[in-house]
């Protein structure tokens, strides 16, 4: 080549060059994407690229900011909090001669749901056992529902944007049956309740364990967590198996933090009134150790708090249903029990659900009793929430008596078929219900409910220590509740006696 065609060459890739960056455009976060929805009353980030130093400007429901793309090219403005509105308004982005617009964008209260494959399972899946859903399908012309599915692949490091635009769809009877069951009777019973639109941001992903949707910097809150980030930081995942308190981490889809940094990281500056979760399969099946869930379920709701700067964010989660896959099962409802405890969390029991396999098919209920805990705590409803909650026992002689919060409208017990309000029993015994003694062997036990507490003995063991109540993989005909039609939760008045051995049967 002659030294004044290479010239000439360079030249053209210099042109080229500047031109490029004379008209780079202008974009904005994936997450905002046509149809979607914002949290009302709350500051609004609305965020994304351009060249160093571009002015870019914002338009929405009247208001009009502006920011200048700093030297790593990111440019963020904040608006100010607005009303719910069903309307759906543009939202328009402009640099240059370049406009972006974001079309039918609504106001009302947008929510994370997320964990494994009881989240994931959709509504349409939920029509194999249920024929009732049917009818919910075809009723399901609601245009204020919004749902957008996240399913990004795992990542080491924190990403700054979704790999792709978000799709955000409106809900109708033939968009439906691809929504999460469990986050789609959440969701309609809100707008039911507020009427005003519902957004639905759905992070799952089946088979998974928590493990990878804790934040980073939330696992340095228990040694067992701070053992699996270094094994994690390692990719080995044989030693987070045989860890106490570790996981069976198949692929980097089960690794610390590496769902959080794809799924979560990128979208954390969307504003949102909360979060919900159900997830537990993937920490206690077979051959998995269920020990520290507490723990672990602890560090995401701390670690999405800070990650979503919301100290307060509430998190509201399910816990794991009657039908079961292994010995830890029992063993991790007890510790999804004790994390319930955290500020602005809540237990959703769904041990009295109908349903085979690790998958029951009703999550009308769950959805439901998962909307009862944010229309209380968060939008002021007078409505029950909760199931009662083991408090403390008082041992007198042979009898342990057991006090509940969640009682206060009296305890009975009932039986629920399908997805039908549970009737009172009253000539009905109480079941599952065991006690121990010092030397540690559990012996089946009689209960008999005395206003707002349970009394329990057994004519085997004469100095009780402690009661348990459902503590069995697949335990049948849980039927404590509240008068409020809500069930006990599974409990262990003394958890420190429930020692797992996943090489022992429990």
Request: proline share 7%.
């Given at each position: 080549m002659?030294?004044?065609?290479?010239?000439?060459?360079?030249?053209i890739?210099c042109?080229?060059?500047i031109?490029s960056q004379?008209?780079?455009e202008?974009?904005?976060?994936n997450i905002?994407?046509?149809?979607?929805?914002?949290q009302?009353?709350k500051p609004?980030?609305i965020?994304g690229?351009a060249?160093?130093?571009?002015?870019?400007?914002i338009?929405f429901?009247?208001?009009?900011?502006t920011?200048?793309?700093?030297?790593?090219?990111?440019?963020?403005v904040?608006?100010q909090?607005?009303a719910a509105?069903?309307?759906g308004?543009p939202l328009?982005?402009?640099s240059?001669d370049?406009t972006?617009?974001?079309?039918?964008v609504?106001?009302?209260e947008?929510w994370?749901?997320?964990?494994?494959s009881?989240?994931?399972?959709n509504?349409?899946a939920?029509?194999?056992?249920?024929?009732?859903?049917k009818?919910?399908?075809a009723a399901?012309?609601?245009?204020?529902?919004r749902?957008c599915?996240?399913n990004e692949?795992?990542?080491?490091?924190?990403?700054s944007?979704?790999?792709?635009?978000?799709?955000w769809?409106?809900?109708?009877?033939?968009?439906?049956?691809g929504?999460?069951g469990a986050?789609?009777?959440?969701?309609?019973?809100?707008?039911?309740?507020?009427?005003v639109?519902i957004g639905?941001?759905?992070?799952?992903?089946?088979?998974t364990?928590?493990?990878p949707?804790?934040?980073r910097a939330?696992f340095?809150s228990h040694?067992t967590l701070?053992?699996?980030?270094?094994?994690?930081?390692?990719?080995?995942?044989a030693?987070i198996w045989?860890?106490?308190?570790?996981?069976?981490a198949?692929d980097?889809n089960w690794l610390p933090g590496?769902?959080f940094?794809?799924?979560?990281?990128p979208i954390?500056?969307?504003a949102a009134?909360?979060a919900?979760w159900y997830?537990g399969?993937?920490n206690?099946g077979v051959?998995?150790?269920p020990?520290?869930y507490?723990?672990?379920?602890?560090?995401?709701?701390?670690?999405?708090?800070a990650?979503?700067?919301n100290?307060?964010l509430?998190v509201?989660?399910?816990?794991?249903p009657?039908s079961g896959?292994?010995a830890?099962?029992?063993?991790?409802?007890e510790?999804?029990?004790?994390?319930a405890?955290?500020?602005?969390?809540?237990?959703?029991?769904t041990?009295?659900l109908?349903g085979p396999?690790i998958?029951?098919a009703?999550?009308?209920?769950?959805?439901q009793r998962l909307?009862?805990?944010?229309l209380?705590?968060?939008?002021?409803k007078q409505?029950a929430?909760?199931g009662?909650?083991?408090?403390?026992?008082?041992?007198?002689?042979?009898d342990?008596v057991?006090?509940?919060r969640y009682?206060e409208?009296?305890?009975m017990?009932a039986?629920?078929?399908g997805?039908?309000?549970?009737?009172?029993?009253?000539?009905?015994?109480?079941?599952?219900f065991e006690v121990?003694d010092?030397?540690g062997?559990w012996?089946p036990?009689?209960a008999?409910?005395?206003g707002?507490t349970?009394?329990?003995?057994?004519?085997?063991v004469a100095?009780?220590?402690a009661?348990?109540?459902?503590?069995?993989v697949?335990?049948e005909?849980?039927?404590?509740y509240?008068r409020?039609?809500?069930p006990?939760?599974p409990f262990?008045?003394?958890?420190q006696?429930l020692?797992?051995?996943?090489n022992?049967?429990?």
């Amino acid at each position: 080549m002659s030294k004044s065609l290479a010239r000439v060459l360079a030249l053209i890739v210099c042109l080229f060059s500047i031109t490029s960056q004379a008209v780079a455009e202008v974009r904005i976060a994936n997450i905002f994407a046509d149809h979607m929805v914002l949290q009302r009353d709350k500051p609004l980030r609305i965020w994304g690229w351009a060249d160093p130093g571009d002015q870019v400007q914002i338009e929405f429901a009247g208001q009009v900011a502006t920011a200048t793309a700093d030297q790593n090219g990111a440019w963020e403005v904040t608006l100010q909090p607005l009303a719910a509105s069903a309307e759906g308004r543009p939202l328009r982005v402009a640099s240059g001669d370049k406009t972006i617009v974001v079309n039918d964008v609504l106001v009302g209260e947008v929510w994370h749901a997320s964990g494994q494959s009881n989240m994931a399972m959709n509504v349409g899946a939920m029509t194999a056992e249920l024929e009732s859903v049917k009818v919910d399908i075809a009723a399901a012309d609601l245009p204020a529902l919004r749902f957008c599915r996240i399913n990004e692949g795992e990542s080491k490091a924190p990403q700054s944007d979704l790999s792709r635009p978000a799709s955000w769809t409106v809900c109708t009877p033939t968009t439906v049956p691809g929504f999460s069951g469990a986050a789609f009777y959440f969701a309609r019973r809100l707008n039911h309740e507020l009427g005003v639109p519902i957004g639905i941001i759905d992070s799952s992903r089946g088979g998974t364990p928590i493990e990878p949707f804790i934040p980073r910097a939330a696992f340095t809150s228990h040694p067992t967590l701070q053992r699996e980030l270094e094994l994690g930081d390692a990719e080995d995942l044989a030693a987070i198996w045989r860890l106490k308190g570790g996981v069976q981490a198949r692929d980097a889809n089960w690794l610390p933090g590496r769902l959080f940094n794809s799924r979560m990281a990128p979208i954390t500056r969307l504003a949102a009134r909360g979060a919900i979760w159900y997830q537990g399969e993937s920490n206690s099946g077979v051959q998995e150790d269920p020990r520290d869930y507490q723990f672990k379920m602890q560090a995401l709701i701390s670690g999405w708090r800070a990650a979503l700067e919301n100290e307060t964010l509430p998190v509201y989660f399910a816990q794991l249903p009657g039908s079961g896959a292994g010995a830890g099962w029992p063993y991790l409802r007890e510790q999804q029990r004790l994390a319930a405890d955290f500020p602005n969390s809540g237990l959703v029991v769904t041990i009295d659900l109908d349903g085979p396999g690790i998958h029951p098919a009703n999550k009308v209920d769950v959805g439901q009793r998962l909307a009862r805990w944010a229309l209380a705590k968060d939008y002021g409803k007078q409505i029950a929430f909760s199931g009662p909650l083991f408090d403390r026992q008082e041992i007198q002689g042979n009898d342990i008596v057991l006090h509940f919060r969640y009682a206060e409208s009296g305890l009975m017990t009932a039986d629920k078929e399908g997805l039908a309000q549970p009737q009172e029993t009253p000539e009905a015994k109480l079941s599952h219900f065991e006690v121990t003694d010092k030397a540690g062997q559990w012996r089946p036990a009689h209960a008999k409910i005395e206003g707002e507490t349970v009394v329990v003995h057994s004519p085997d063991v004469a100095a009780p220590i402690a009661v348990r109540y459902a503590y069995a993989v697949t335990p049948e005909n849980c039927n404590l509740y509240n008068r409020d039609g809500l069930p006990a939760a599974p409990f262990c008045s003394q958890p420190q006696l429930l020692v797992y051995d996943p090489n022992l049967p429990q």
